[in-house]
């Protein structure tokens, strides 16, 4: 476990960001991870799981922890149900294949998010109807202060729409060091209600759709929307969807009556950001080396070498831009560094 100098991160983020971290660590085991902790001496500390939800805007002045803990375990089953615990250096996506592999039901509408199971918890993922919480039991996590072990239950973790406790009141505190789920062997709860789904299994002539049917349904959606970070950089959704209130629903309905919208409350709607910065003109935009993707207006991307500060300006440009002809705050998802 050898503590590393300025080690380029470029690998390390989807975004594909070139910044250096100024001190790196691999850490595979939960005892190098609570001796590394102890042994800091009071460097500032940066946590880097699957580098799949941060834009890099400048070099990593700290000691950079990449969570590279492994396996995956049954700690019990009955003839319905799994309990499996993944450890959070696991790859997602790879994560989802093995449920696949063994029939276990649960997560395979969360195929092919990128990054790693230990980041899925912070922003209780989400994707086609469902969300981690759904299938979520605990998880473990080591506190960064004392290196003590706790275990957080689904109602300790406090999710919301890409939102956990991670992100708010604890937010820095903990390192996740495995994520725990049921998942179900038999009698399959399918979650088809998500148009896009219905469509791909109708448009390849499934009747009986089987999860790994719905698994390569949503894989296939998300190719055609979503760019592929190993091709081109990027942090999937960079905004969240608005939450905003009925009385300023309607008033963005009198002016674009074709805004797309999802109940949330009886006072709430949602609306798709990726619809408000396609209608701002931003979708497909290109300057240099970064923009916006032209298939999802939600993302952005970076075609080689951008560098964060650049992306995170288009970023800014986008907020006022949506701010002044919808008079609606986009919140960015991913976090800017
Ligand atoms: N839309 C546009 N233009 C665009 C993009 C979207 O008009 O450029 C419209 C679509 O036509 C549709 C609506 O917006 O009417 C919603 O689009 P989509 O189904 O693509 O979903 P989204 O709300 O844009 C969310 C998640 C995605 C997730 C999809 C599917 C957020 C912030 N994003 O996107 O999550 O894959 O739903 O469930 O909630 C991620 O978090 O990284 C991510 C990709």
Redesign the pocket.
């Known amino acids: 476990m050898t503590l590393r100098k300025n080690v380029s991160l470029k690998s390390y983020n989807t975004f594909g960001i070139d910044v250096k971290a100024h001190l790196f660590c691999d850490i595979s085991t939960i005892e190098a991870l609570k001796y590394h902790l102890a042994a800091q001496h009071g460097n500032p500390l940066f946590i880097l799981g699957g580098g799949s939800n941060m834009l890099l805007t400048k070099d990593i002045e700290a000691l950079v922890f990449h969570i590279n803990l492994k396996g995956i375990e049954i700690i019990s089953e009955t003839d319905d149900k799994v309990i499996v615990k993944a450890m959070a250096g696991e790859n997602w996506h790879e994560f989802v294949l093995w449920c696949l592999k063994h029939n276990y039901a649960g997560i395979e509408n969360l195929s092919l ?1 990128p990054g790693n199971v230990g980041t899925a918890p912070i922003q209780n ?5 469902v969300e981690l919480k759904d299938v979520f039991l605990s998880c473990d996590a080591v506190d960064i202060q004392n290196q003590d072990t706790r275990t957080f239950t689904k109602a300790d973790c406090k999710f919301g ?2 939102d956990s406790v991670f992100k708010q009141e604890l937010k820095g505190q903990y390192i996740i060091t495995s994520v725990t789920l049921e998942l179900e062997k038999t009698n399959h709860k399918l979650h088809m209600d ?1 148009g ?1 789904i219905k469509q791909q299994l109708n448009d390849s002539g499934i009747v009986k759709p089987t999860i790994k049917d719905i698994s390569d349904a949503v894989i296939a959606i ?1 190719q055609s ?2 760019p592929d970070p190993k091709k081109i950089g990027n ?3 960079f ?3 608005p939450v905003i209130s009925i009385d300023q629903f309607k008033k963005l309905q009198n002016s674009f009556p074709q805004v ?1 919208s999802y109940k949330v409350s009886e006072e709430m709607i949602k609306v ?4 408000l ?2 209608k701002a003109g931003f ?1 497909g935009k290109r300057f240099n080396d970064y923009g916006v993707h032209n ?5 952005l991307v970076n075609y080689g070498d951008a560098n964060g500060s650049d992306i995170h300006e288009l970023a800014l440009l986008i907020q006022k831009t949506i701010k002044r002809i919808f008079d609606i705050t986009i919140e960015t ?1 991913v976090n800017i560094i």
């Open positions: 998010i993922i989400g994707a086609y109807g729409y890409r998500y896009a998300r929307k979503l942090s999937g959704s905004f969240k969807n797309p798709p950001a990726g619809w910065i396609e979708k298939k999802q207006a939600l993302v998802e």
